[in-house]
C-alpha cells in the first residue's frame, strides 16, 4: 500500500473531525478490540497523555522537546494536521515519512476485518501511530487527546502522567453545568496510579478534578507556575516554579502569555515523569527549541503575517490579547478569517479585536463544517467592521497582502483549515 492507497482507505472511513457530528453511545470498545488484535502496541512504551480545551496542542510539543533534550527517544501523536498527514505522528519532531506512514496504516487495514470492527478516520490514524512508536521503540509517547477524553480512541492507553490543561468553551452547547461536565470527561484520561498534572485553576472544578485515581495530583498555582513572565525579542523569558524549586530565564521562542502558562505545566509533566528536578541548562535547551507552527506564527515581514490557530472564544481572546502587548504597529491590521460551524461569527470576532482592524477578508474554510465567506462578512459588518467575502483562503491571503502596506499586519486566523492553507502557500511561494 502506498500513501495514496493508504488515504483512500483512511478516507473510506467516518472522519468525526471533518463532521463534527454528536456522538451517540460513546464507548471505547470498539477502539480496545482494535488495537488487541494488533497486539496492544500502546503498552510498549510509557506515555504522557495531554488533554484540554486550549493548548494541548503546544504542550504536547514542548514535553516532546524536553525529553528530546534528556536524550530520550520520543513519539508524538497530535491531531489536527495543519499541511500534510505526516505531522500528526512524529518520531523526534520529524513527522513520519509517506513510505512508513503508508506501511503504518496498511498495518491497521489488514487487521479491520479480524478485528470484526469498522474504525472511525481517527481510530485508524491512532492505532498507526501506536504500532509506528512500538516498531521503532520509542522510550515515551506524547499523546494528545483529539476530542473528548474519557471517550477518545487515544485513552486506551494507560499513562503514567496526565495533563489537562485548562476547561473551556468549545464542542459544548454551553448549557447547565458544562464546566464541570467538560473537566469530568477530560478528567477521564487519569488512570489509577498516575500523576495528573492539572493547569486547570478554577476552584469550582476542585471537586471534579479532584476525584481521579491518580496517585498524585499537581495543582497548578500549588504545586507548580509561572513565577514570572516577561517580553523578550522574538518570545518571552520566563521563571518556572515545580515541587523541586524554581528554574529561572528560560527563552520561550513563542509569542503569548498563556504560553508561559503552556511551560509551565509541559515542565511539570517533564518533572512528574522523571519522578527528579529536570536539569536546568537541558531545560533551557528544551524549551529554546520549541516551535509550534500556527500557534501566532510570524511567517513573513513586510507586511507581518501572523498566523494563528484561534478556534474557539479563548483562542481568540488570547490572540487579541498577545496582539496589544506584544505588537506596536505604524501601520493597520488586516484580518483574514474563516470559522466552522460552531461558532459564533460575531462572537470570535469581537474576541479577535476585528472592530479596530482596518479590513477584514473573510474566506471560506475547506471543511464540510465551513460557515460561507458572505455569513462571516455580514457578521463583521453587524458590527461596523470594514469586510469583504473571498471564497478561498488562498485567495483572501492575496487579497490581503494587495491591501497590505510594508507597515501593516496581516492576521490570518479562525481555524486550522484557515491557516494551514495559508501557511503552505505563504512557504511555496518563499520556497519558489
Not at 454528536?22 to 488484535?37: H, I, N, Y
Not at 515545580?242 to 498563556?258: A, I, K, Q, R, S
Not at 477584514?360 to 462578512?377: D, E, G, K, Q
Amino acid at each position: 500500500m502506498n500513501l495514496a492507497t493508504a488515504l483512500r482507505y483512511l478516507d473510506q472511513h467516518t472522519n468525526l473531525e471533518a463532521t463534527a457530528g454528536r456522538a451517540e453511545g460513546l464507548s471505547l470498545d470498539r477502539m480496545r478490540r482494535l488495537v488487541s488484535v494488533l497486539g496492544d502496541p500502546q503498552t510498549a512504551y510509557p506515555v504522557i497523555h495531554v488533554t484540554g480545551t486550549n493548548g494541548k496542542g503546544s504542550v504536547a510539543r514542548m514535553i516532546t522537546s524536553l525529553l528530546e533534550a534528556h536524550g530520550l527517544s520520543v513519539g508524538t501523536y497530535t491531531s489536527p494536521h495543519l499541511e500534510a498527514i505526516n505531522e500528526r505522528i512524529a518520531w523526534n519532531g520529524e513527522p513520519i515519512g509517506d513510505a512508513e506512514l503508508a506501511d503504518a496504516i496498511a498495518t491497521v487495514a489488514a487487521v479491520e476485518d479480524v478485528a470484526g470492527i469498522t474504525p472511525s478516520y481517527f481510530e485508524i490514524l491512532t492505532a498507526a501511530a501506536f504500532g509506528w512508536f512500538a516498531e521503532i521503540a520509542v522510550d515515551v509517547a506524547v499523546v494528545e487527546v483529539g476530542m473528548l477524553g474519557r471517550f477518545d480512541a487515544t485513552n486506551v492507553v494507560d499513562a503514567t502522567v496526565a495533563v489537562l490543561t485548562n476547561v473551556g468553551h468549545d464542542h459544548t452547547d454551553g448549557q447547565g453545568a458544562w464546566r464541570a461536565a467538560i473537566a469530568d470527561e477530560k478528567s477521564g484520561i487519569v488512570k489509577p496510579g498516575s500523576t495528573f498534572v492539572c493547569g486547570e485553576t478554577d476552584p469550582d472544578l476542585r471537586a471534579v478534578l479532584g476525584g481521579t485515581e491518580a496517585a498524585e495530583t499537581w495543582w497548578r498555582g500549588e504545586q507548580f507556575d509561572v513565577e514570572q513572565s516577561l517580553l523578550a525579542l522574538g518570545g518571552r523569558t520566563v521563571s518556572l516554579r515545580t515541587p523541586t524549586g524554581t528554574v529561572d530565564d528560560v527563552f520561550l521562542p513563542l509569542h503569548g502569555e498563556h504560553q508561559a502558562d503552556n511551560a509551565a505545566v509541559a515542565l511539570a509533566a517533564v518533572e512528574a515523569f522523571f519522578g527528579r528536578r529536570a536539569d536546568d541548562d537541558v531545560v533551557l535547551e528544551g524549551f529554546a527549541k520549541v516551535k509550534v507552527p500556527g500557534r501566532f506564527e510570524i511567517v513573513h515581514r513586510e507586511p507581518t503575517v501572523v498566523l494563528d490557530a484561534a478556534h474557539n472564544v479563548d483562542g481568540a481572546r488570547a490572540c487579541a490579547q498577545t496582539l496589544r502587548e506584544e505588537f506596536t504597529l505604524a501601520g493597520t491590521i488586516v484580518v483574514v478569517a474563516g470559522f466552522l460551524q460552531g461558532r459564533d461569527p460575531a462572537e470570535m470576532l469581537e474576541e479577535l479585536g476585528a472592530r479596530d482592524a482596518g479590513f477584514l477578508i473573510a474566506c471560506t474554510p475547506n471543511s464540510p463544517r465551513a460557515i460561507p465567506a458572505p455569513h462571516v462578512a455580514a457578521a463583521a459588518d453587524g458590527l461596523g467592521i470594514v469586510a469583504e467575502a473571498v471564497s478561498s483562503v488562498e485567495q483572501a491571503v492575496e487579497r490581503a497582502l494587495g491591501l497590505a502596506s510594508p507597515d501593516d499586519l496581516v492576521l490570518v486566523t479562525g481555524s486550522l483549515y484557515v491557516v494551514g492553507p495559508a501557511r503552505t502557500m505563504l512557504r511555496l511561494e518563499v520556497e519558489a
